[in-house]
């Protein structure tokens, strides 16, 4: 079973993000009562950022045991480690690395610096999914593009179609850089909760289209994960003016 997507629609970014940030700490509380880590995946980007430095400003932070959180990305860019263009790099400016996370829980994907190809890098992203986080991930946060893209998953690209396979190499992005890693859509699925975070004008198109009714993820892949317990659509005013 999936949980229908639902829609809370915030004012603007700030509020979106501080709303998220309640809601990221409360489900690692919960998340924390039932296993003895919780399991998040991060996305990068502004939404990605945004909602680390609302978790710092957060009073309510502390609930978490930060030592059992273990850190995952859904993508990341092909690119050396502290490339300012890096998913994680943006993270880390953003002040991961003051929450209290173990380093050793924090899953980073190898770029060029250490790793041979973006198909090495994939393969021993996927090992360390088998080993650390094997069974359902407590949340999922993706970003979305103004194309309907998530993680890097972009409509009608060969990855999308990747089967039998936790992590997969990603070449021709329609979206610089052109190589990149991604969890793939059947990785994804083993969610209790997936949130999308969407600000901004510019993704109303894709937040409409990727709700719709008779929406496909071929053509807008944001329409592809959702969550066993929970989809949430986490978006502000902008994102969200053109939802029905």
Same mark, same amino acid.
């Given at each position: 079973?999936?949980?229908?997507?639902?829609?809370?629609?915030?004012?603007?970014?700030?509020?979106?993000?501080?709303?998220?940030?309640?809601?990221?700490?409360?489900?690692?509380?919960d998340a924390?009562?039932?296993?003895?880590?919780?399991?998040?995946?991060?996305?990068?980007?502004?939404?990605?950022?945004?909602?680390?430095?609302?978790?710092?400003?957060?009073?309510?932070?502390?609930?978490?045991?930060?030592?059992?959180?273990?850190?995952?990305?859904?993508?990341?860019?092909?690119?050396?480690?502290?490339?300012?263009?890096?998913?994680?790099?943006?993270?880390?400016?953003?002040?991961?690395?003051?929450?209290?996370?173990?380093?050793?829980?924090?899953?980073?994907?190898?770029?060029?610096?250490?790793?041979?190809?973006?198909?090495?890098?994939?393969? *021993?992203?996927?090992?360390? %999914?088998?080993?650390? +986080?094997? $069974?359902?991930? #407590?949340?999922? &946060?993706?970003? /979305?593009?103004? @194309?309907?893209?998530?993680?890097?998953?972009?409509?009608?690209?060969?990855?999308?179609?990747?089967?039998?396979?936790?992590?997969?190499?990603?070449?021709?992005?329609?979206?610089?850089?052109?190589?990149?890693?991604?969890?793939?859509?059947?990785?994804?699925?083993?969610?209790?909760?997936?949130?999308?975070?969407?600000?901004?004008?510019?993704k109303a198109?894709?937040?409409?289209?990727?709700?719709?009714?008779? *929406?496909?993820?071929?053509? %807008?892949?944001?329409? +592809?994960? $959702?969550?066993? #317990?929970?989809? &949430?659509?986490? /978006?502000?005013? @902008?994102?969200?003016?053109?939802?029905?």
């Open positions: 079973m999936t949980a229908t997507p639902r829609v809370v629609v915030h004012p603007d970014k700030q509020a979106l993000a501080d709303g998220a940030a309640a809601r990221l700490v409360t489900a690692l509380v924390q009562a039932r296993s003895p880590e919780a399991q998040v995946a991060l996305t990068g980007g502004s939404m990605g950022s945004a909602i680390i430095a609302s978790v710092l400003a957060t009073p309510g932070r502390a609930a978490v045991d930060w030592s059992r959180v273990r850190v995952w990305w859904g993508d990341e860019r092909y690119l050396p480690a502290g490339d300012p263009d890096r998913n994680d790099t943006q993270n880390d400016a953003a002040g991961l690395g003051e929450l209290g996370l173990d380093p050793a829980k924090v899953h980073r994907v190898a770029g060029p610096d250490t790793s041979e190809s973006a198909e090495a890098s994939a393969e *021993a992203y996927a090992q360390s %999914v088998r080993e650390h +986080g094997q $069974r359902v991930w #407590d949340v999922v &946060l993706f970003g /979305v593009g103004p @194309d309907g893209h998530v993680a890097s998953l972009f409509p009608h690209h060969p990855a999308q179609q990747v089967t039998d396979a936790i992590a997969v190499a990603v070449h021709d992005s329609p979206k610089p850089p052109p190589d990149r890693v991604s969890l793939t859509f059947e990785c994804f699925e083993r969610s209790h909760e997936v949130w999308f975070l969407v600000a901004g004008g510019d198109d894709a937040v409409a289209a990727a709700l719709a009714p008779d *929406a496909d993820r071929w053509d %807008v892949p944001a329409a +592809g994960p $959702r969550g066993g #317990d929970a989809t &949430l659509w986490l /978006v502000d005013a @902008d994102a969200a003016a053109k939802v029905r």
